[in-house]
């Protein structure tokens, strides 16, 4: 099983409508979470963080699930430019070394159409 | 502020040749890490860093060696280039661990024939 899984899509949204989806993760250790965007050829870049209590951005929304191992991204009010491709990265404590390893999940495409 | 450059953004090697990758951040980051990128695999760690002179093996790092002897730089190694170290890599740094927010770099597409 892999540690961080995602589903990777695509998610086919009107535009102007709410998607979500989810991010599993097999390590209860994990600590910190994260969903960066990654446009086509181009580098990752962070989104937002995800917080116990949960957290809004703008029209995005992230939920932490401790008891069942999972965030969620909600975006509302879909953008044309909201299409790319999701991250889910989380924090796994790594025993060899000091420091901790960021796990990236393989990714969910979103594509926003008019 | 530059942020995370890396070098070369393209490169072609035939199988069995030798490169290496640099990458530099302007951030006084204390993590650096090289991750590979793969159609419908993700982003996989190869070797990271947790600080000038350190270095540690991720997920994938057979056939790639790396060194970090300056805080700024990370470079990463292809001793024997073989077709399946074609890939998207990419360079990071963070403030810290895991804590902290990754900062990429544009990537490096290398193609080995």
């Known amino acids: 099983r892999k540690e961080v899984e995602q589903d990777p899509g695509p998610f086919n949204v009107p535009e102007g409508a709410t998607v979500a989806f989810n991010c599993t993760y097999s390590n209860s250790a994990s600590q910190s979470f994260f969903w960066y965007r990654q446009d086509c050829r181009k580098e990752p870049k962070l989104l937002m963080s995800?917080?116990?209590s949960g957290n809004e951005d703008g029209r995005f929304t992230a939920q932490l699930n401790r008891a069942s191992q999972y965030i969620s991204l909600l975006i509302r009010d879909s953008k044309l430019s909201d299409s790319a491709t999701y991250l889910c990265?989380?924090?796994?404590?790594?025993?060899?070394?000091?420091?901790?390893?960021?796990?990236f999940g393989g990714g969910t495409r979103v594509l926003v159409k008019p | 502020n530059a942020g995370v450059t890396q070098t070369p953004k393209f490169r072609v090697l035939k199988t069995g040749q030798s490169m290496t990758l640099l990458c530099a951040q302007d951030?006084?980051?204390?993590?650096m890490y090289w991750y590979r990128q793969d159609p419908g695999m993700g982003l996989r760690l190869i070797h990271y860093s947790v600080g000038e002179g350190t270095t540690a093996k991720g997920e994938v790092p057979d056939g790639y060696n790396v060194s970090r002897l300056k805080k700024q730089n990370f470079l990463l190694g292809l001793e024997s280039a073989a077709p399946s170290q074609t890939s998207v890599y990419f360079c990071?740094?963070?403030?810290?661990?895991?804590?902290?927010?990754?900062?990429f770099g544009n990537g490096t597409r290398l193609t080995v024939t």
């Open positions: 951030m006084n980051h204390e993590y």
């Open positions: 990265v989380v924090n796994i404590q790594f025993v060899e070394a000091a420091g901790n390893k960021l796990t």
């Open positions: 990071a740094s963070s403030a810290t661990g895991g804590g902290s927010p990754l900062h």
């Open positions: 995800v917080y116990s």
